[in-house]
């Protein structure tokens, strides 16, 4: 069972960039699609972006000026860029499969990001 | 596409039915249409995809449906671990998009 997992820094600083990890066990990065997803202090969800290790990659016109995607199949891993933070960019970020029957069947606990 | 969620708040008594409607503002594909369940500081639980089909795992008692531009979620009889927020999702169109979630809270 393929299990997610996110890490990053808790604590950014308006306009700098955040860089955060999705480590993925129990399978490959290679065999799916990989999504983020945000979700601000009470609020509902916004959807990032998702990527392949093909280097299929699609953002949410909301946040592509500012987003980058991409997977490093040699660790395992899907990672998340996002430039210019402003505290309208404080959220729980997750990331999670996508699925053949398209929906998100698996998440990652999420990380929580400040802007401070 | 947006999707609009009503009510914002449901407050129910367990053993009670409780039914959610998701509107989109565009046509979705039945196969593109999801809910999902999210509990307080736990991630969303992916409960309904294509429209209707319930994921592994999920009770019987949840069931789902529509067409269109209008879905629904139903839960035939609450119990106390159903009391939790609600969204719906499309990918009929990028970008994805998420409703803004449906409060079941306990009467």
């Known amino acids: 069972q393929v299990q997610l997992q996110e890490s990053g820094p808790g604590l950014v600083k308006p306009w700098e960039t955040l860089s955060l990890t999705c480590s993925v066990s129990g399978g490959s990065v290679s065999d799916h699609y990989w999504n983020w997803i945000r979700q601000s202090p009470g609020k509902g969800l916004e959807w990032i972006g998702y990527?392949?290790?093909?280097?299929?990659?699609y953002y949410n016109p909301a946040l592509r000026s500012r987003v980058t995607l991409s997977v490093d199949t040699s660790k395992n891993q899907i990672s998340l860029r996002v430039s210019s933070l402003t505290a309208a960019d404080t959220a729980v970020y997750y990331c999670a499969k996508w699925a053949v029957f398209n929906a998100f069947d698996i998440w990652g606990q999420g990380t929580m990001v400040t802007v401070s | 596409i947006v999707l609009t969620q009503s009510p914002g708040t449901l407050s129910l008594s367990p053993g009670e039915r409780a039914t959610l409607s998701c509107r989109a503002s565009?046509?979705?594909?039945?196969?593109?249409f999801v809910w999902y369940q999210q509990k307080p500081h736990q991630p969303p639980r992916l409960l309904i995809y294509?429209?209707?089909t319930r994921a592994a795992g999920v009770p019987d008692r949840f069931s789902a449906g529509g067409s269109g531009t209008d879905f629904t979620l139903t839960i035939s009889r609450l119990e106390p671990e159903d009391f939790a927020v609600y969204y719906c999702q499309q990918y009929n169109n990028p970008p994805l998009t998420f409703g803004g979630g449906t409060r079941v809270e306990i009467k």
């Open positions: 990527t392949h290790y093909t280097g299929n990659t």
């Open positions: 294509q429209t209707s």
């Open positions: 565009q046509s979705v594909t039945s196969t593109q």
